[in-house]
């Protein structure tokens, strides 16, 4: 059975940072891209960074580029997402999230192709 469970969530003013973890059970976590998405009240849930098998290449969503920093630890089975400068529009549910191929070449943003999500963890950021 494959769980995904988040931690770290919170509320913070803003310009302050918190770091997320996702830790992962029930899959050879080595051998998947990752995800965290982020689900803000009203609106549909987005893709917030990604980080692949393998070489560990990432990307981000433009709106949280150069605050965030996703990153994995293969021995702990455990995915990060450090988050800096953190603004009130950052507020938002955030998921983790484990691509359904094993081994996919190619790190996606898109919210299908993942099979696999967390529970949430809710980040508040106030002004």
């Known amino acids: 059975q494959v769980q995904l469970v988040e931690s770290g969530g919170g509320l913070v003013q803003a310009g302050e940072s918190l770091r997320l973890s996702c830790a992962v059970s029930?899959?050879?976590?080595?051998?998947?891209?990752m995800g965290w998405f982020r689900q803000a009240p009203g609106k549909e849930r987005e893709f917030v960074a990604g980080?692949?098998?393998?070489?560990?290449?990432?990307t981000y969503a433009n709106s949280v580029k150069d605050r965030f920093t996703i990153s994995r630890d293969n021995a702990k089975t455990t995915m990060y997402l450090q988050m800096n400068s953190l603004k009130p529009e950052d507020t938002a549910v955030y998921y983790c999230?484990?691509?359904?191929?094993?081994?996919?070449?190619?790190?996606?943003?898109?919210?299908?192709?993942?099979?696999?999500w967390g529970q949430g963890t809710q980040v508040t950021v106030s002004s």
């Open positions: 029930g899959r050879t976590f080595r051998m998947y891209n």
């Open positions: 999230a484990s691509d359904s191929m094993a081994f996919r070449a190619v790190l996606t943003t898109t919210r299908g192709a993942y099979d696999y």
């Open positions: 980080i692949r098998w393998g070489n560990g290449a990432t």
